[in-house]
């Protein structure tokens, strides 16, 4: 009395669903650990150096006293010359740490200190979306568990399965063995 093609194709769907559902709480609990650093600022380059063009509300660099129109020269007494120069050197320094910005104001030079803070997060498409991958997931295994007879049951299950990686799963940019699987499974 053994296992016949169709029971098998039963267990191996149910556990890789198990398997992927798993991976999708580790992912999320990785998305909610990892946070990009920022400095609340959105550069702009110009001939006599990056420009802070906005500063976002909650981001740091406003209360620490930096105002649109300040010119960047150098952070940590790093020149910088692209908004990439500061974000490579935010990313180096991480979040919580303090960063002393060598500015220009108005002709003048001046020095201020900004403690990093994490990138906020506002509730975007993304949520909705990883909800809408929960239900594809849910209803797959309950079409699979509730038709399993159903000649094309299986199928369905297969393509829930794959709707909810595609919306539940984003990869966090940290690259753990855990985000470049999620993001191999978002690629292909």
Same mark, same amino acid.
């Given at each position: 009395?053994?296992?016949?093609?169709? =029971?098998? @194709?039963?267990?191996?769907?149910?556990?890789?669903?198990?398997?992927? %559902? %798993?991976?999708?709480? +580790?992912?999320?609990?990785?998305?909610?650990?990892?946070?990009?650093?920022?400095?609340?600022?959105?550069?702009?380059?110009?001939?006599?150096?990056? +420009? /802070?063009?906005?500063?976002?509300?909650?981001?740091?660099?406003?209360?620490?006293?930096?105002?649109?129109?300040?010119?960047?020269?150098? +952070?940590?007494?790093?020149?910088? @010359?692209?908004?990439?120069?500061?974000?490579? *050197?935010?990313?180096?320094?991480?979040?919580?740490?303090? /960063?002393?910005? *060598?500015?220009?104001?108005?002709? *003048?030079?001046?020095?201020?200190?900004?403690?990093?803070?994490? =990138?906020?997060?506002?509730?975007?498409?993304?949520?909705?979306?990883?909800?809408?991958?929960?239900?594809?997931?849910?209803?797959?295994?309950?079409?699979?568990?509730?038709?399993?007879? %159903?000649?094309?049951? *299986?199928?369905?299950?297969?393509?829930?399965? /794959?709707?909810?990686?595609?919306?539940?799963?984003?990869?966090?940019?940290?690259?753990?063995?855990?985000?470049?699987?999620?993001?191999?499974?978002?690629?292909?």
């Amino acid at each position: 009395m053994g296992l016949d093609r169709f =029971e098998i @194709r039963l267990v191996l769907l149910t556990a890789l669903s198990l398997l992927c %559902a %798993a991976l999708g709480v +580790v992912n999320l609990r990785d998305r909610g650990a990892f946070g990009l650093v920022s400095d609340g600022v959105v550069w702009e380059s110009a001939p006599n150096g990056l +420009v /802070a063009q906005s500063l976002l509300r909650e981001g740091p660099a406003g209360p620490a006293g930096l105002r649109p129109g300040d010119v960047l020269m150098a +952070v940590n007494a790093n020149p910088v @010359r692209q908004p990439e120069d500061v974000t490579r *050197q935010l990313y180096e320094l991480g979040v919580g740490a303090t /960063a002393r910005y *060598q500015l220009v104001r108005a002709g *003048q030079p001046l020095e201020l200190r900004i403690t990093l803070a994490p =990138e906020p997060r506002p509730i975007t498409v993304k949520a909705f979306l990883r909800v809408v991958g929960v239900l594809y997931l849910l209803l797959g295994l309950f079409v699979l568990w509730r038709r399993l007879r %159903a000649s094309r049951a *299986q199928h369905f299950a297969l393509y829930c399965l /794959a709707s909810f990686v595609l919306f539940a799963f984003s990869y966090t940019g940290e690259f753990t063995t855990v985000d470049w699987t999620v993001y191999w499974m978002n690629v292909v």
